[in-house]
């Protein structure tokens, strides 16, 4: 019998850190959706482009904006340009 190969541990990025304790998007302080928001999307099983979780493409939502950017709240969405104009918007 062949050995099945030992797979290796995906590697976790730590988003957390740069999670902020307000919405960026609308600027509510309470229901934080923790770890930020990827503002251009992992895809489906997570990406190991080190672009896809830098700081730059996080955003800090509350569940109400982050249900809107998932297109889970009719007749509201946020568009990755959207975030990303508001991410832009804070950056001091």
């Known amino acids: 019998m062949i050995p099945k190969p030992k ?3 995906k ?7 740069y999670a ?11 229901g934080i959706i923790d770890p930020p928001h990827h503002i251009l999307p992992k895809q489906m099983g997570g990406s190991s482009n080190p672009a896809i979780h ?8 509350c569940r109400y904006c ?13 568009s990755p340009d959207e975030l ?8 001091e």
Do not use: F
Not at 20 to 30: A, F, I, P, R, V
């Open 11 to 17: 590697k976790r990025h730590n988003t957390k850190q």
């Open 66 to 78: 982050h249900d809107a950017a998932h297109h889970k709240i009719k007749g509201y969405y946020i």
């Open 20 to 30: 902020k304790e307000y919405c960026e998007y609308c600027g509510m302080s309470g």
């Open 84 to 91: 990303k104009r508001a991410k832009e918007g804070n950056n």
């Open 7 to 9: 797979r290796r541990p």
């Open 54 to 61: 830098h700081p730059d493409n996080l955003i800090t939502l």
